[in-house]
DNA sequence: CATCCACAGGAACTTGGGGGCA
DNA sequence: TGCCCCCAAGTTCCTGTGGATG
């Protein structure tokens, strides 16, 4: 198991967070979750230790308002605060369900539903932080929080959970066996710890999408199969029909008990920052509709509560970086921007080269036309434009996959439409605006032999029959 | 009202890569 | 070194769809 410190980003088992192992085996380094119950250490001095720092940065760091009033993790979506404002009722459902693990017996499982951003995990992070504090029977041994969303296969589910109880490295189960002996290690470390494990599956719907419910159905077996260890399931959904699609068995054992996260509203919203706020930003730094305005935007998000964080911080970095002395309304309208460019941005770096090459053809279809392409239209673009990379297309039925993945990242809408004797296609559009993400997506390594040349940011119409050699 | 078109999308299969093991 | 495992990405095959058309 790694010591590595958390990112906010990175919540799976692999990289360990704020809920990773509980209590270390006998001889285990220490593990993640005891450093973050230790006292948060205090942030590195502007210009501190490192004496080799460039005068540069000393003239960055000194020109610099400080807007802050102690560390701004205070604002991350990592930050597990004292206080859950409009989560009182569900913090209190879920320790009722958990509290028989504090006296030795076996909670129920519990289901735990609601949009992203509803304070889903941050309630059970605080859960767990409290039992963890009142555990002075050694009942629990292991609160295990898996992400589902990176851990999304059996056998990584399987081998990050072993993994959470191997004591030494000689113990943990490398890549490459077959499942059934996984899962057989896997017994084995579990029982071999004693007492109630908590398992927490984040994004568990996103684990029944990707490999079904099989190793669901392994987990909820465990009962019956450990000696000495047990063993409570706790997921957690942003989909609320996923259970649907379980096996009725093992839907039967998971809805034990279930929890519903309604979405905040703006008012709510606005109560969450301020809290935060207060916490991270010195007196008198925050205008008037500051707040207001972060939680205007992310309640018109489904009331996401981590969006309406990640504005406030970035409203707030976005004044000092013009070194203003206070955070204005304006300052949230700049952040909010720059939030949407980022996503764009990171969502067009992190695609595969054939789905990077198919959104340039429907930006450039789409450019052309300002109106929705067919997917055939699409797929030709797409295909030419590959093939003057030096390329073969893929199958128009991959290509049909990618544009569903765009869809899914929100990149373009496309919508099922019949023409008749036209047949059957999809509408697409962008879902996101051309002027920002045409230039991003030339400028990828991938794009770039095949896009476009610019003058000073400007696209120059050309004649593109040229072929570029190119490996994706 | 049957037929047609151009796909959508599910399911099974293939391929290739990364890794463990005897 | 060859065989086994898992997994991701892609291909092939197939059925289903729904509005225009004759």
């Not at 079904?212 to 077996?221: A, E, I, K, N, P």
Request: with cysteine.
């Amino acid at each position: 198991m790694s010591t590595v410190p958390p990112t906010p980003l990175d919540r799976s088992a692999e990289a360990p967070d704020r809920f990773e192992a509980s209590r270390s085996a006998p001889g285990a380094t220490p593990s993640v979750d005891e450093h973050l119950l230790a006292p948060p250490a205090s942030p590195p001095t502007p210009g501190g230790p490192d004496r080799t720092s460039s005068a540069f940065f000393d003239s960055v760091l000194s020109a610099r308002t400080d807007l802050f009033r102690g560390s701004r993790e205070v604002l991350r979506e990592s930050y597990v605060p004292s206080r859950l404002p409009h989560r009182e009722e569900q913090l209190r459902a879920v320790a009722e369900v958990l509290a028989p693990a504090l006296e030795g017996h076996l909670p129920s499982n519990l289901l735990l539903y609601g949009k992203i951003g509803t304070g889903k995990t941050a309630v059970v992070a605080q859960v767990r932080q409290e039992m963890m504090k009142r555990d002075d029977r050694h009942a629990i041994s292991a609160f295990v929080y898996v992400n589902c969303g990176t851990i999304d296969t059996p056998y990584s589910l399987l081998q990050t959970i072993a993994n959470h109880f191997a004591a030494r490295d000689d113990e943990r189960v490398p890549t490459g066996w077959a499942l059934d002996r996984v899962e057989a290690a896997m017994r084995r470390l579990m029982d071999a710890r004693k007492g109630t494990v908590i398992l927490v599956l984040d994004e568990i719907d996103r684990l029944v999408d990707r490999s079904g419910d099989g190793v669901l159905y392994s987990l909820s077996q465990l009962n019956t199969q450990l000696e000495a260890t047990r063993v409570a399931l706790l997921g957690i959904s942003n989909d609320l029909k996923f259970t649907n699609r379980l096996d009725a068995r093992i839907r039967s054992r998971l809805n034990e008990e279930k929890i519903l996260f309604p979405p905040y509203d703006a008012l709510q919203l606005q109560d969450i920052l301020r809290d935060r706020a207060q916490a991270a930003f010195r007196d008198g730094v925050l205008e008037p509709g500051v707040v207001e305005r972060c939680a205007a935007y992310a309640a018109l998000e489904n009331g996401d509560a981590r969006r309406a964080l990640a504005l406030l911080r970035l409203a707030a970095e976005m004044a000092e970086r013009d070194r203003a002395k206070r955070i204005t309304p304006d300052h949230v309208v700049k952040a909010k921007n720059r939030l949407e460019q980022d996503i764009i941005l990171e969502c067009c770096r992190t695609l595969p080269s054939h789905c990077k090459v198919l959104l340039y053809a429907i930006l450039l279809a789409y450019e052309k036309r300002r109106s929705s392409v067919l997917t055939g239209e699409v797929y030709d673009s797409y295909a030419s434009l590959v093939r003057r990379l030096g390329l073969q297309p893929l199958h128009p039925r991959s290509i049909s996959n990618h544009i569903s993945e765009l869809e899914s990242l929100g990149l373009v809408r496309a919508t099922i439409v019949s023409k008749g004797r036209g047949g059957r296609t999809r509408e697409i559009t962008l879902d996101v605006p051309l002027s920002e993400t045409l230039p991003a997506i030339e400028d990828d390594p991938v794009v770039r032999p095949i896009a476009r040349p610019r003058v000073r940011g400007q696209t120059l119409l050309t004649n593109f029959d040229s072929p570029v050699r190119s490996t994706l």
